[in-house]
């Protein structure tokens, strides 16, 4: 007992000794750089200005086609809704896909149609499966003075999603990126057989 009792008091002089030997942490060394600090501050949009969103997306829809609609989920950084709307018509599929969108672009920190350029293809797609990404265009984040305040999904527009959010972003927030082109996916399969000349 007695010899079991010197170990343990040999065990914690040598554990705080080199505990003693260790300098303090500085903040600087252990901590995000100033840059990836003033991104990731959290400033969350507001109700009044998701809303304006939603309006402006809708307006857009309505201009297309004045039976048209759309559905407009606004995330804040969180991913919970911040605001979502749907006029008549919609169906339940609208919301969900503009909800998918709307994370996927809060998730990725870029417009739903540069993953779907990246991954879009069913390989590409099929081997992130178990990440659960949704792969639509539609989705944008939203950015203002260099910082991520949450992300816009459209669902069931008339003048299509991705054009819906991007002019109600334009309208609302200001001058945006254009629109990422679509690049078509590099089909699976085997490759095609040689032309003969």
Same mark, same amino acid.
């Given at each position: ?25 500085? &903040? ?15 400033? +969350?949009? !507001? ?5 304006? &969103? ?38 339940? !599929? !609208?919301?969900?896909?503009?909800? +998918? ?6 998730? @990725? ?5 540069? @993953? ?18 949704? &792969? ?10 260099? @910082? @991520? ?49």
């Amino acid at each position: 007992m007695r010899q079991l009792a010197v170990g343990i008091s040999l065990l914690v002089l040598v554990a705080s000794s080199a505990a003693a030997q260790t300098p303090p942490a500085k &903040l600087a060394g252990v901590t995000m750089s100033a840059d990836a600090t003033r991104r990731a501050h959290l400033q +969350e949009i !507001n109700l009044d200005t998701a809303r304006k &969103l939603a309006d402006a997306c809708v307006a857009f829809s309505r201009a297309a086609n004045p039976n048209g609609g759309a559905t407009v989920v606004v995330v804040g950084p969180s991913g919970n809704i911040v605001y979502a709307a749907r006029t008549d018509g919609q169906i339940p !599929n !609208n919301f969900d896909s503009a909800f +998918e969108k709307a994370k996927m672009a809060l998730y @990725m920190r870029a417009p739903t149609r540069s @993953m779907v350029n990246r991954w879009g293809s069913p390989e590409a797609a099929l081997a992130r499966a178990p990440l659960n990404l949704y &792969l639509v265009e539609g989705g944008y984040p939203i950015i203002v003075e260099d @910082m @991520m305040i949450g992300a816009l999904g459209v669902g069931g527009s008339s003048g299509g999603d991705e054009e819906c959010g991007h002019a109600a972003l334009q309208k609302v927030i200001g001058p945006q990126p254009a629109i990422v082109p679509p690049v078509r996916p590099t089909p699976v399969g085997p490759a095609a057989p040689p032309q003969a000349r």
